[in-house]
């Protein structure tokens, strides 16, 4: 519920989904997080008092934001991992390749990355995993991917590390926040032991699923904003300022003044 100025991070997210044809959308929340449901759902009276006020700019928002897509949600017990996480979606998935998005990332892109990776499982009929170049001394943050290019942005992966170090990592190809992959995930997941932090790491269960299965890598064309990291949310904040025509000329003005003191 991070907002970037005054709309909150997971709704981003869940439009990223929905501008990618996605209308059945499962939000996995631990304890606390009722807000998010909140979000989504209709408040009527809300709805009635901004009718009443002739607000229509934020009646039609609220109306928008409630009939987005079809919201469900299921509370992750413990915080036990992502591959955990996502082992709660096996009932609601059922035997379909689905999309996982990460709630703490959101994707600058012409085109939405959940389509990209959309589009490369139609091409090539295997899990993708969304990925972006990040500096060699930074490869031991991220889950890094190594492989076979079969063209400028897809690989057909051979492996996958959780924060390897740097003179192990097999690239500097990380993955991104993003993944299409196949129902037989969840098989996978049920065989992973907890690895880094005590957790279910779904890094370790796609090397499972590796083994089975083909998985490819897809080059994102457009940027990830990290929202968990505190000077990435900084840096999001300033950028979509900017690009916000109420919002962009004086703020520019603003931040050219601040620089100049």
């Given amino acids: 519920m991070l907002p970037i100025i005054d709309i909150p991070t997971i709704q981003y997210v869940v439009q990223e989904a929905v501008d990618s044809g ?4 499962l939000i996995i929340s631990g ?3 009722r807000a998010i449901e909140d979000h989504f759902d209709r408040n009527v009276e809300l709805e009635s008092r901004l009718e009443e006020k002739e607000d229509l700019l934020w009646f039609n928002e609220m109306r928008r934001l409630a009939d987005m897509a079809n919201v469900h949600f299921v509370r992750q017990k413990e915080a036990n991992g992502l591959g955990d996480a996502i082992y709660y979606a096996r009932h609601h998935v059922g035997n379909e390749p689905f999309a996982v998005l990460l709630g703490d990332t959101i ?5 939405p990355v959940t389509q990209q990776l959309m589009d490369t499982y139609e091409q090539y009929g295997g899990s993708v995993i969304a990925v972006e ?4 001394n930074k490869v031991n943050r991220y889950g890094i991917v190594g492989g076979t290019s079969l063209s400028d942005s897809i690989l057909e992966l051979s492996t996958l590390v959780e924060k390897p170090a740097i003179d192990k ?3 500097n190809l990380a993955i991104a ?3 299409v992959l196949t129902p037989e995930i969840f098989n996978t997941i049920e ?3 907890k690895g880094k932090n005590n957790e279910i790491q779904l890094t370790d269960s796609l090397l499972l699923l590796l083994k089975r299965e083909n998985i490819f890598a897809h080059h994102i064309e457009g940027k990830r904003h990290d929202i968990g990291d505190k000077l990435d949310y900084l840096k ?3 950028e979509f300022a900017l690009k916000r025509k109420e919002f962009a000329e004086p703020f520019r003005k603003f931040l050219v003044d601040i620089l100049n003191k």
């Fill in 191 to 193: 065989q992973t032991p």
């Fill in 107 to 111: 994707m600058d892109s012409v085109i």
């Fill in 236 to 238: 999001t904040t300033v």
């Fill in 22 to 25: 996605i209308e059945d959308i």
């Fill in 31 to 33: 304890k606390g997080k």
């Fill in 177 to 179: 926040g993003r993944y």
């Fill in 169 to 171: 990592a097999p690239s």
């Fill in 133 to 136: 170049e990040v500096p060699a």
